[in-house]
Each structure stands twice: as structure tokens, then as C-alpha cells.
Nanobody, 124 residues
Framework: QVQLVESGGGLVQAGDSLALSCVAS????????MNWYRQAPGKERESVAR???????NYAESVKGRFTISRDIANNTLYLQMNNLKPEDTAVYYCNADFGVICPVDGVYGMEYWGKGTLVTVSS
């Protein structure tokens, strides 16, 4: 129903900045919220930032003050501006779209869609 393509990952040094982008296509009108998740080897996938229609963004405590999530609805693009990167930020970053209770898919609410991820590596 929704396709997500991330870009912008790469290798940077601690303290540097990096901007990620996620272009969405398909039934974007059904998206209640969009999220950035990340997963490092050996760790659980965790929510980094979330932006909900008509609400202010939410951030994981570990990235507050450093990361900024934004969404350009007209251009179907989600962004994550990452500043003052730390080695512990190293992970594959995934774009996520959540239908919530906006549009059921085959009678099921809360359908989620994922991009394939983009790797961010922060060296010390």
C-alpha cells in the first residue's frame, strides 16, 4: 500500500551531522504517523523519532536535542536531521509509515510499512 525509500546514510565522524530522507509513495493519505527506527547489530530495533498528523514530534530520550524529524507532505518526504552524532548512533535507520486507525487493510487497522534501511556509521 505504501512504498518507502530511504537515503542519506554514510560514514561520518563523531560530532558530524547527517540528514536522512525517506520518500513515500502509494496510499500516503492513509498514513497516521511516520517514524524513524534504527537497529544496531545485537540490539533490538528502537524508535528514534515519530511525527503524527496534527501533533508535535516525539523523540527517544537518547536523541533529544540532537535529531529533528520533519515531514513534507506535499512532496511525500520524511526527513531526519541528525546533529552531533555519536558512535552509539551507528545503526541501520529505517523509515516507517503507520496507518493507525485511518485506513484498514483487509479489515485490519494499524498496518505498518517499512523501507529497506540506510546505514549510518559514526566513527569515534
Amino acid at each position: 500500500q505504501v512504498q518507502l525509500v530511504e537515503s542519506g546514510g554514510g560514514l561520518v565522524q563523531a560530532g558530524d551531522s547527517l540528514a536522512l530522507s525517506c520518500v513515500a509513495s502509494g496510499k500516503t493519505v492513509c498514513i497516521a504517523a511516520m517514524n524513524w527506527y534504527r537497529q544496531a547489530p545485537g540490539k533490538e530495533r528502537e524508535s528514534v523519532a515519530r511525527i503524527t498528523r496534527g501533533s508535535s514530534p516525539n523523540y527517544a530520550e537518547s536523541v533529544k536535542g540532537r535529531f529533528t524529524i520533519s515531514r513534507d507532505i506535499a512532496n511525500n518526504t520524511l526527513y531526519l536531521q541528525m546533529n552531533n552524532l555519536k558512535p552509539e548512533d551507528t545503526a541501520v535507520y529505517y523509515c516507517n509509515a503507520d496507518f493507525g486507525v485511518i485506513c484498514p487493510v483487509d479489515g485490519v487497522y494499524g498496518m505498518e510499512y517499512w523501507g529497506k534501511g540506510t546505514l549510518v556509521t559514526v566513527s569515534s
